[in-house]
Each structure stands twice: as C-alpha cells, then as structure tokens.
C-alpha cells in the first residue's frame, strides 16, 4: 500500500495583521502637487487661516520685493521657500502669521527691457510721450508679477496672491511720495552738486547696491606736474611733482594736487637732468615704472654714477602748503593754464603710486570734497554719455572714458600729455577691481552731477523742521540725533541671524556718504517737489504735499506733469516762479518704503507696524535691509524690523557661481517638473542657507532620498494604523516601557522642533525630522514592535499601546513636517481624514500626552547601546549564512538593563543570557510558522507557538 502523501504545511499569511494603505509608495509630485494647489485654491486655504487666527498673537514676516522682471529663478525659489517656513512654522505654533507677498515694478531694468524693444522696432524713446512710455513699462512689469506669481505659487508658498502689494500701485506711489515728504518737511532733503557712481551707458546715477565689482586690466600713468611756487620750499621750483592714476581720462579735468602732512618726500634729480618730487617710501617703485631712476651708464664701462650726487634733499609734506605747480596741457590756455595748489590730504598715503594724488573734483568723492573745502568747484566737462563736452578742449566727441581705447597709452590723452613732456610712464596691463553696473555690466564712472541727496550726519531737531507737526516727527528720533546715529542705534537694537549680519550692516552704515537719492530717469516715482528758481530751496508747504499726495493718489506717477502744476501748487504759489523736479526716486527709496504702505497703510488690516523678520539674501545689507532702515529711521526714528534673517547664495554643484555663459544655472521650474516642489523645498530647507551652498544632479538624488524614506514613514503609520478607533487607545499608564521611552522622545523633540523655529535654524529642523523618523522609528521603534503589530490580537495591550503611540506620532509627525513637506503632510491627511473643508494646515502645534511614570529614558539608551553592539555580532553570522536572520540567534551579553525576554524582543533574538561579553550563536528552537520567531515552546519547524496559536484560535472563531 503506497504511503499518504505528506500533509501540505498551513500558511499563516492570512492571519497576519499586516498594515493596509492606499497611499502610494511612488510620490508622483508633479503630476499631484497641482491638484493638490487646485484644491487649497478652491478651499480658500490662506483666507480661512487669517479667519481661524484673527485675535490671536501676530507674526509679521515683511516681503522684500522681487524685481518683476523675467522668471523665478533659484535664489527666488530659496528666498521664498524660506520665508514661507517661517510664516507656517509660526502659523503652527499658532500665531497669526500673514503674509503678503510685494513686487518691485519701477527702476532701470525694465525701462531697458521697454527700450530693446524699442530698438528692435527703430523707435527713439525720447520721441514717445511719456505718458505713454511709462504705461508700456507698467504693462511689462505687470506681465512678470503675474508670471512670477504662478511660479511661486506652484512652490507652495502660501500667502495673499490675490492681493500683492506693488510698488506701482497708486496707493503705493501716494505713500512713496508722502515719505519723501517727510524728508522734505524735516529738512533732512538737499539738492547738491556731488561725485556719484555713474552709469555712462544708462545715463543715471546708479546706487551702491546696484554696483558689482569685477576685476579688470586698466592703463596706468604718471604724470609730471611742474611745481612754480613753493614759499616753504622754494628749491623744488622748477622740478616736477610725480602722481600715478589709473584713470587717465581724469587727468583732462585735474584742479589740484593732494599730498599727507606727515609724509616724507624725496626730491632727486634723474639722469635725464630734469628733477622729482616722489614719496620716498615709493621710489623704488617708480623706479621701476619710469626708468627715472638717478644712476646713468658712463661710458662703454658701464660704470654707475654716484647716487648722492643726485639726491637734492627731504622734505615733510607739510612743507608743501602753499605751493603751486601748473597741469601739464597749460600751454592750451584758460582751464589748463589755472594754477594746481598743493592741498592737504588726509586720505593721502604710501600704499600704492607716488604719495601725491592728482585731484578731479568732479570724479571723486575725496577730491570733491577737498576741493571744495579750499574753494575750488567741479567744471562738469563729462556728459552723462562719458563723452567730455564738445567744447572741452581737444577731447569732445573723441570717445566715452570707459571705452579703453580712448584712454590707452596710445590714446589721445596719453599721446597728448607725452607730446607735452608731462606722460612719464603709461603701462595698459593693471589689473585691479572695479566697479560695474550690475545691470549692463558696464563700468561705471564717478561723476559730480546735481542730485537730491539725504543728508547722513545732519543733526536733526524736531525745532529745525520746516513745516512738520510735532506728531509728525516721531518723539523716538530724538534731538540732535543724526540719520548715522538713529541707523546705527537700530542695529544695535536689531537681532541678527547669523550675528555677522549685524557687523556687515553696521560697517558700510558707519561709512556710507549721503544718500543719494535721485535718478534720471522716466520710469519711477517722481521727486514730486517745486523749487523755487531765485533762492534754489524746494517748496514746503503742507498744503501743496497733501494735494501731490492726493493727486498720485487718484493718478499714480502720471499726476506728476507740468500742466498739472498750477493745480499742485494752488493759489497761493504762482507756477512761474518755480521749476518742477523732473528727477525721480532710486528704486532702492522705493522698496525702502514699503514697510510704510504695507504694514501701516490699512489694506492690509492682518499687518501691523513694525515686522517681526525680514528675510533676504546677505546682499540685501547694503540694499533693501539698508533703505529700509535709513527711510524708517528718517521719518520714524527706527527700524522698521525686529530681526533680520540673512541666507547666501546658490552656486553649482562644484561650488561655482551660477552663469548663462557657463552653462551651469539650475532651473527650478524644470526641476518641478521633474522631482516636484517637496523635493525642491527638501533641499532648500536642507543646507545651511545661511552660507552659499550647493545645488546639483547628485545632491537632489540624496534629497530625493531622503523624501523618500519620510514618505515611507508617513505610509507606514497609516498602514499601521489602519482602522484605528478611540476605543482602542490606551491610557499612558498602562503602556510598556519601551512606548513610555518613545513617549520621552518625542516631548524631547518637540522641545528641539521649538528651538529650531526660534534660531531659524531649518536645515537642524530638517535633520531632526529626518533623523527621527529614520533612526529612532524605522530602524528601532517600528522594527522592534512590528511582531506585536503583525502577530499580537487586537485587543493586546502591547499591540493597543503600540497603536496608540503610533497615532500619536502620526499627529505629531504630519505637523511638523507640514511646514516643509507641504503638499506630501496634506496628501497624508488627507488619506486619513479626507474632509472637502479640512487641511493639515489649519492645524496647531501637536498636544502630546503627559508623560507618566518613571523616566526610563537611561535603560533605553543602554539597551539602544547594547543592541548596536549584538547587531555588529549577529552581522558576521549572517554573511557566513550561519544564520539568516537576527530572529536565529542567541546572543549573551555582559549588562541586563532589562529582563531577558524583553531583551530579546528588543534585540528581535531567539533568547538573551547574561555573560561576560557579547556572543552570538545560532540557536537550537525550531520557527513559529506565524510570527516566525524561534521559540523554545515551538515543537517543529511551522508550528505554532502559544501567543500565536492563541491569536489564530480568535480569529478563527
């Protein structure tokens, strides 16, 4: 008789209590994100969350605007990214915390853009009217802010985007105006002839925050001025004083010579016979420029001539007051033939050239104001092209002074003043840096021009106002106080993250010159005064501001013109005794403002003054964070922030900067499309901004990740906690120890999650997040209770204890990852607890339960300890297929923090014996065809063991 067949062994698969989901594993961001946007859009989602928190403690973050003009690129993407964790950070811990995002519209860059086209079309500009050239460049500003709001938009950035604030608007204009006007009325507004940087291909002053410097290969020159008066020296008469310049083209508008008090000067004659006065710390180096040296080859010897028998004495700089010598072009008469003074000057010194410096009052800050000290005035032969007048001697029309050739060592002004016996040396091989616009990437120049300027280091008292009201000038200014002074005192006051920012700002404040704060310009906001053409003063009557004021009000900067003039300035002012500026603002005033026409203006009633955070790149300190400060500090005696949070810059993933020309800029639309805008926000809020930091193929794949294993945490708690009812949560006090431990963790993280949002410090946020959920849930706590989840019956206290814990990670987790994970927290909440009116966003802070019980947070730490070490052991093991899994070892270790079976669970082992080191064996008890643990009450190879038969017989009843 042939034997019964063996009995097919029973699989247990369908008893398991394995964890069920809808919620995908493969995130498909870009095809999800837009739904999910979709939805927020339709639910309203930023205005429900004004309505949920009015009341409540505000958080202000003030958007410093963008320039409307051209796509969102990297930094944008960061720079909002970053700003829109800080306003749902602050939103979580449940402040009201708006935020309204601003644009800037006027300036240069978009009137260029307007005139390109122009070009293209072969239309003058200066043929168009005005009205209608600026209504073109409102339509293209207009055409970027909307642009670039989608794109911002699809980053997840929640704010007002159906109400942006524009610097443009009407009411914006008005309030820009009105600002001014409190300069104005203040007396802290002055028209006056000063050096400014200067674009010759845009034809405006330009301010420091517009500029860039580069590198560049200039030609360098000496010059010899012939000295014809010394009184307190009369031997140097006849010899010639030496300067040294890199800027040629200045040489033509020279007025005098600088020298320092204190500096020693040689007075020698060359071997050519003709003598010098040169620094004597800086003879070796003129030497070597001009081969002037005092030593001459006698003879077919060669033989050197005694140098002292050309040395004709020392003399101090202070020596030379009062002297005179004449420029070298004196021959062509009037301006050339004027007497060059010697002046004192403390910026006078030894580092470089020859120790005296040729002064051009009208193209350098220093030489204006020495100048003008001792009575001599700028003469404005450069035209606001860089081309000198056409009536300035033999150089108008010859070429622009940035345009080398012209001022080359073969160029007209070199080869003018060698056929004049003054050029010593010219060399075009200097490389120094420069500054550029950052616009054209043309050089600029220094260039005295009449602008309106804000006086820095005017005292200013509330009596010396021209025709301000008490309450008008803000009882913080202080009597006395200077713009330097209050702007200073600010910072000071202002907190920095990091710290360095405070010294950045606080050193060009220290240094800075006057404001300037005019351009010349067609797109802007007009510097809406009247000037009295006989005394030159601008016009301060309250009654004349309020109704420029009104009339940019209604108008915008069309109001401005001159047939509205006699409307403007009313009855009491006849038109033709004033001229109207035609002048207007530096953009940089315009942004400066907007603290004042946002957060005080009404529209936005959610706003207060002044901001919590402004939030840009460290650039911005001698930009927006900069005009902020110096407008509010003028009209409201500080800043108009709190804290100031600088990050740095995007390079490349070879740490270069980003260029077109390169070929190596990161397109964050593009990667959108490709990864989504979680992963994007991952990475920004990932590296430590707050340096310049890297972005790249590689990077974003360890970013992607990273999301990853987070999504995969998210899916595992709403696997887990599939079909999980209050019903089954557990009291604390009935949970096991090793729940009690991940209960202590997660309040320690909620503490650290705290902090994170205080410092600012997002990429520690990030890595908290990662780290937890990574080391401290997946590779522990789940690993650990996943047999109770699968195997234990639903109504065991372990697995309840478990379950309950889980949900209180699940809340705890999708809020903190909210403010990073935007779309992804909304996904999982949605999942499960799908509601058409409900967001993970309108949610607080996560409240966890108390803890209760003794803190076993020490045991853990020495069972996490010991655990690394018995998997370090078992590894071994397993590579010599000894064993196959942890589950089919035995393990003796030297310290016990806790009994044996629970060891084993933790270490997920067969069985835990004490010893005097840690040893791994396999062991001898047969598998549980269930749960799959090795257990010594298991008779055979896929029996059961007690728990799981137990459990089985439940369910199969």
Known sequence: ????????????????????????????????????????????????????????????????????????????????????????????????????????????????KVEEEYRKKKRNKDEVPAREFRAECRAYAQHWVDTQREQLKRLGINGDWDKPYLTMDFAAEATIVAELMKFAESGQLYRGAKPVMWSPVEKTALAEAEVEYEDITSTQIDVAFEIVEAPNAPELVGAHAVIWTTTPWTIPVNQALAYGEDILYHHYRAHDGRRF?????????????????PIANQGPGGTETDLSEYALGEITGSQLAGAVARHPMHHLGGFFAKPRPFLAGDFVTTDAGTGLVHMAPDHGEDDFNLCKANGIEPVFAVDAAGFYREDWAWLGGQGSVINKKFTASDGPICTDLREAGGLLAASDDFVHSYPHSWRSKAKVIFRCTPQWFIPVDKKIDRQMALCATEAEIRAEQGDGETLRETALASIAATRFVPEKGRNRIGAMVEGRPDWVISRQRAWG???????????????????????????????????????????????????????????????????????????????????????????????????????????????????????????????????????????????????????????????????????????????????????????????????????FEEAERLP????????????????????????????????????????????????????????????????????????TMLDVLFHALVR??????????????????????????????????????????????????????????????????????????????????????????????AKVTPGDEVTVTRTDYHKCGRCWRLLPEVAEDDGLCGRCAEVVGEVVA
């Not at 431990?741 to 503490?751: C, I, P």
């Not at 799908?834 to 730490?861: A, C, I, K, M, T």
Request: net charge negative.
């Open 1 to 112: 008789m042939a034997d019964a067949p063996d009995t097919p062994k029973r699989d247990w698969r369908d008893t398991v209590f394995l964890p069920k989901t809808d919620f995908p594993m493969k995130a498909g961001l870009p095809q999800k994100e837009p739904a999910i946007l979709e939805r927020w859009r339709k639910l309203g989602l930023y205005q429900r969350l004004r309505e949920q928190r009015a009341g409540r403690e505000k958080f202000i973050l003030h958007d410093g605007p963008p320039y409307a003009n051209g796509d969102m690129h990297i930094g944008h993407a960061l720079n909002h990214i970053l700003k829109d964790m800080v306003v749902r950070t602050q939103t979580l811990l449940g402040k009201d915390a708006p935020y309204v995002p601003g644009w800037d519209c006027h300036g240069l860059p978009i009137e260029w």
């Open 277 to 293: 006065l040169v620094a004597t710390e800086l003879l070796e180096s003129f030497f070597e420029r001009t081969g002037l040296g």
């Open 525 to 723: 906001v007009p510097i809406a005064l009247f000037v009295n053409r006989k005394t030159g003063q601008y016009l301060c009557d309250p009654a004349v501001n309020a109704r420029i004021v009104e009339a940019f009000r209604r108008e915008g900067v069309d109001a401005w013109s001159d047939e509205a003039a006699p409307a403007l300035l009313g009855p009491d002012h006849d038109v033709a005794d004033y001229e109207r500026v035609a002048d207007i603002l530096d953009v940089w005033f315009d942004s400066g403002c907007t603290h004042a026409f946002v957060l005080e203006s009404g529209r936005w009633p959610e706003l207060r003054w002044p901001a919590d955070l402004y939030l840009e790149g460290s650039d911005q300190h001698r930009g927006w964070f900069q005009s902020s400060l110096l407008e509010s500090c003028g009209t409201r005696g500080r800043a108009p922030y709190d804290a100031v949070l600088t990050h740095g810059f995007t390079m490349d993933a070879k740490g270069m900067k980003m260029s077109k020309s390169l070929g190596n800029t990161v397109n964050p639309l593009d990667l959108m499309k490709e990864y989504g805008a979680d992963i994007l926000r991952l990475w920004a809020l990932s590296v430590d901004f707050t340096e310049d930091h890297r972005i790249g193929k590689e990077i974003l794949a360890g970013v992607a990740d990273q999301y990853r294993k987070l999504r995969n945490t998210f899916r595992y708690l709403l696997g887990a906690l599939d079909g």
């Open 732 to 803: 604390v006090s009935e949970w096991p120890e090793l729940e009690r431990y991940m209960l202590h963790l997660v309040h320690a993280l909620d503490g650290q999650f705290r902090q994170a949002i205080h410092d600012f410090n997002f990429n520690g946020y990030v890595r908290l997040l990662s780290d937890f959920a990574n080391e401290d849930l997946s590779a522990f706590f789940f690993d650990i209770r996943k047999d109770s989840l699968y195997c234990d019956a639903p109504t065991d206290t372990k697995r309840r204890a478990y379950r």
């Open 816 to 909: 903190w990852a909210a403010p990073v994970l935007t779309f992804t927290a909304e996904e999982v909440w949605q999942t499960r607890f799908p509601s058409e009116e409900g967001s993970v966003h309108f949610l607080d802070w996560p409240e966890l339960p108390p803890q209760v019980g003794e803190d076993v947070s020490q045991r853990w730490l020495a069972v996490r300890a010991l655990r690394e070490r018995v998997t370090e052991g078992i590894e071994p093991l397993r590579r010599e297929k000894i064993v196959r899994s942890s589950l089919e070892a035995e393990v003796t270790v030297p310290d016990m923090p806790l009994v044996a079976d629970a060891l084993a669970e933790a270490f997920i082992v």
